[in-house]
């Protein structure tokens, strides 16, 4: 199965996605934001960074990269879409997730091993978790907490679509702990850490993260 990897001006995490998707076994597909065609992936990721240098708001500009029009009828059509951290941005802002990233409320980047509860596994990227473990991955932004208006929240928590929620610590005053979301689909996911940066000993605090990858190669093969 193909995985698309999109890279955005100011993309840092790409490789490290595309890396993530091989270990799992995936075929790691290199996407550019210019392009207007997905290359016949099964599945896409939104990684990490700085997408054009984080001016205007996190993700607003990359919103409008020629990609992501293919990027949001995919998704709309059921295609699995993972955003991480700026890549979760990128989602908020093009309305396939909904609520918006805010600068950590203590105002400084961060950056640590992160423990989260698992809360939703009946999304494209959840199904090799199970519900009530706890992952640690990493965790690194700057501008990572998750936001909504009252009604959009409880519409989350109603509905069972927030996916991962921070254990012990919330590293940015995002609400109501949530550290990741899901659409009413469960294909499209946004989380703020860093899953393709733990699937390995030898590179990351373990091999948490790498269930994300797995669980989207398995809902494609038996889709």
């Known amino acids: 199965m193909k ?46 960074g700085f997408s054009y240098g984080d001016y205007l708001r996190c993700g607003a500009i990359a ?19 993972l955003g991480i951290c700026n890549g979760f941005q990128i989602l908020c802002e093009s309305h396939l997730l909904p609520g918006a990233l805010i600068r950590n409320d203590h105002r400084h980047f961060i950056c640590r091993d992160q423990t989260l509860k698992v809360e939703n596994v009946d999304t494209s990227w959840t199904s090799d978790l199970s519900v009530g473990q706890e992952i640690v991955i ?32 919330n590293p940015n005053g995002s609400v109501n702990d949530i550290a990741g979301i899901t659409n009413e689909r469960g294909n499209v996911v946004g989380l703020m850490p860093h899953p393709e940066h733990a699937v390995e000993e030898l590179t990351g605090p373990g091999v948490d993260g790498l269930g994300l990858f797995t669980s989207a190669l398995k809902s494609l093969t038996s889709a």
């Open 63 to 81: 919103r409008f990269a020629p990609v992501m029009t293919e990027v949001i009828a995919a998704a709309n059509g059921g295609m699995p879409v």
């Open 3 to 48: 995985i698309g990897v999109v890279t955005f001006p100011g993309s840092l995490d790409d490789t490290d996605a595309q890396r993530a998707v091989t270990i799992a076994g995936g075929e790691a597909v290199a996407l550019w934001h210019g392009d207007h065609d997905l290359k016949g992936v099964d599945a896409v990721i939104l990684p990490g």
């Open 138 to 169: 990493p965790l690194k932004n700057g501008e990572g907490g998750f936001v909504a208006d009252a009604e959009t929240v409880a519409r989350l928590e109603g509905e069972g679509r927030v996916v991962f929620r921070y254990v012990d610590v």
